[in-house]
């Protein structure tokens, strides 16, 4: 089975690594401004869709496409990119929760499948040094949320309510393996063909 991950997210990468399928990195290039009136569920399924896509492929080739915001007050937060926009944000965070909403997309040739998965995370109450303290430890500005749940963001949070975790780093496998199921794919047992193979 030949599978291309729609990402160069090394944080993708490393939960896609954990299926023991070997795959390919391409870097879709897809405008992720929302448009007037999308709601961020929209918006993120519509960019999971758009990735898968936009990379080339051949016809048998299973393309994996996401994106996520972290939504509070119904506003969307994606990436900071700034030190001072990672801080404002887990300060927004403080004793709060926030809702990540990761659009994934499976596609094979001209067919698609694609979901949103929601997972919520209650942030537990924040001081200042703190956070600047994590965000010079960890440098997450590439992160929607300004946080890293794998490595010591998981330290700012009191509770994390969710079908799959890996949903928060932005690859839901338990949502993937639902996706395979449409395309008629078993995961399991193209994993076994896999290791016999290999």
């Known amino acids: 089975m030949q599978l291309l991950l729609a990402s160069t997210s090394p944080f993708r990468a490393a939960i896609l690594q954990t299926l023991r399928l070997p795959f390919a990195t391409a870097r879709p290039e897809v405008d992720e401004s929302p448009l007037v009136g999308e709601t ?62 990761t659009g994934l997309c499976l596609r094979r040739g001209g067919v698609v499948h694609s979901v949103v998965e929601r997972f919520e995370v209650q942030f537990r109450p924040l001081g200042e040094e703190a956070v600047r303290a994590y965000v010079a430890l960890e440098s997450p500005l590439n992160c929607a949320g300004s946080f890293k749940s794998e490595g010591l ?42 290791a016999q193979a290999g």
Request: hydrophobic share 55%; aromatic share 4%.
């Open 40 to 101: 961020p569920a929209q918006l993120v399924e519509r960019l999971a869709v758009a990735k898968a896509r936009a990379v080339a492929a051949d016809a048998g080739t299973f393309v994996i496409g996401s994106d996520q915001v972290a939504t509070v007050d119904g506003d969307i937060l994606g990436k900071p990119h700034t030190v001072e926009r990672a801080v404002a944000q887990l300060m927004r965070f403080s004793g709060r929760r926030v809702l990540f909403l």
């Open 153 to 194: 963001g998981i330290l700012l949070f009191d509770a994390l309510l969710g079908r799959d975790p890996n949903a928060l780093i932005g690859l839901p496998l338990i949502a993937l393996r639902g996706l395979f199921e449409l395309h008629g794919v078993d995961l399991l047992a193209e994993i076994k063909r896999a």
